[in-house]
T-cell receptor, first 114, second 114 residues
Framework: DGGITQSPKYLFRKEGQNVTLSCEQN?????MYWYRQDPGQGLRLIYY???????QKGDIAEGYSVSREKKESFPLTVTSAQKNPTAFYLC?????????????FGPGTRLLVL | AQSVTQPDIHITVSEGASLELRCNYS??????LFWYVQSPGQGLQLLLK??????LVQGIKGFEAEFKRSQSSFNLRKPSVHWSDAAEYFC????????????FGAGTRLFVKA
């Protein structure tokens, strides 16, 4: 079955530590996205990628970094510069980065700070 | 400023009762409109979307939504709620001007009582 997988389901970060969240899709989609979800705030866009080896900052990119070396993979690194990283992180993909394109979401990773 | 508003943070309905979740947007032109559903600890799933044409849109799981241009609204409805509908619902818009972006509302959590 085609879909999006995210790992791990839960991730714990120590102060000053960088952590990487995995996102893989086998839908053959060109576009991929990372969102952060906090209670009562909906989803906020962190980064998105329209094609391999290209990515753009979203609304809240500070303290995060991404790479897109393969079409199916779009890992997100939460760096030590992100002072409030505790949140639910959602990865999504769409056929292309076009207006109105349906996004398909992974099951999410919950990041907690120790 | 462009925005998506879901006025109700949470709603409680009895099983078998009808449901309406409200969504208002503020954009100059008719955007692309979506409703997504999120079960606890999971990713988002598309319920339905509207681009143009018939203003009453049918979706999965028995949901429908009506676009009303005069009210800048895209409310989600279901005639008879089932306990399994308990989840969080997000309205989203993708403007049809300018660059790509999908804006999500803050969400409405639906509780279903027996």
């Amino acid at each position: 079955d085609g879909g999006i997988t995210q790992s791990p389901k839960y991730l714990f970060r120590k102060e000053g530590q960088n952590v990487t969240l995995s996102c893989e899709q086998n839908l053959n989609h060109d576009a991929m996205y990372w969102y952060r979800q906090d209670p009562g705030q909906g989803l906020r866009l962190i980064y998105y990628s329209q094609i391999v080896n290209d990515f753009q900052k979203g609304d809240i990119a500070e303290g995060y970094s991404v790479s897109r070396e393969k079409k199916e993979s779009f890992p997100l690194t939460v760096t030590s510069a992100q002072k409030n990283p505790t949140a639910f992180y959602l990865c999504a993909s769409s056929i292309a980065n076009r207006r109105g394109e349906t996004q398909y979401f992974g099951p999410g990773t919950r990041l907690l700070v120790l | 400023a462009q925005s998506v508003t879901q006025p109700d943070i949470h709603i409680t309905v009895s099983e078998g009762a009808s449901l309406e979740l409200r969504c208002n947007y503020s954009y100059g032109a008719t955007p692309y409109l979506f409703w997504y559903v999120q079960s606890p600890g999971q990713g988002l799933q598309l319920l339905l979307k509207y681009f143009s044409g018939d203003t009453l849109v049918q979706g999965i799981k028995g949901f429908e939504a009506e676009f009303k241009r005069s009210q800048s609204s895209f409310n989600l409805r279901k005639p008879s709620v089932h306990w399994s509908d308990a989840a969080e619902y997000f309205c989203a818009v993708s403007p049809n001007t300018g660059g790509f972006k999908t804006i999500f509302g803050a969400g409405t959590r639906l509780f279903v009582k027996a």
